[in-house]
Nanobody, 124 residues
Framework: QVQLRESGGGSVQPGGSLRISCTVF????????MAWYRQAPGREPEVWER????????????SYAGFAEGRFDFSADTSKNILYLQMNNLRPDDSATYYC?????????????WGQGTQVTVSA
């Protein structure tokens, strides 16, 4: 089992910035997929209720959801095994619990790991 731990969430005013982090207790190079998801308040606490924010697969260029394009930046520090999500020009509808996710194939099975989430609240 691989553990992921998000941090850096909090409250910010509209237009502000926040950087959240995800420490992966394994080598990032062992995973072919890394991503950030979010779940808005009021939605069912199920994995399929989470919306993709950004992902990178097999080291290719990161892809972003439309709402994140131009405002969010996903990066990874493979020397520290940490994922980052820099969020700029935040809006109230960005308020959500943000989850990091890594995945890999192992013996024909797709293994997917999630963090516990970090809360981001955007309000005046």
């Amino acid at each position: 089992q691989v553990q992921l731990r998000e941090s850096g969430g909090g409250s910010v005013q509209p237009g502000g910035s926040l950087r959240i982090s995800c420490t992966v207790f394994a080598k990032l190079d062992d995973f072919d997929s890394m991503a950030w998801y979010r779940q808005a308040p009021g939605r069912e606490p199920e994995v399929w209720e989470r919306d993709l924010v950004a992902e990178t697969i097999s080291g290719r260029r990161t892809s972003y959801a439309g709402f994140a394009e131009g405002r969010f930046d996903f990066s990874a520090d493979t020397s520290k095994n940490i994922l980052y999500l820099q969020m700029n020009n935040l809006r109230p509808d960005d308020s959500a619990t943000y989850y990091c996710n890594v995945a890999r194939w192992s013996q024909g099975r797709r293994l997917v790991y999630w963090g516990q989430g970090t809360q981001v609240t955007v309000s005046a």
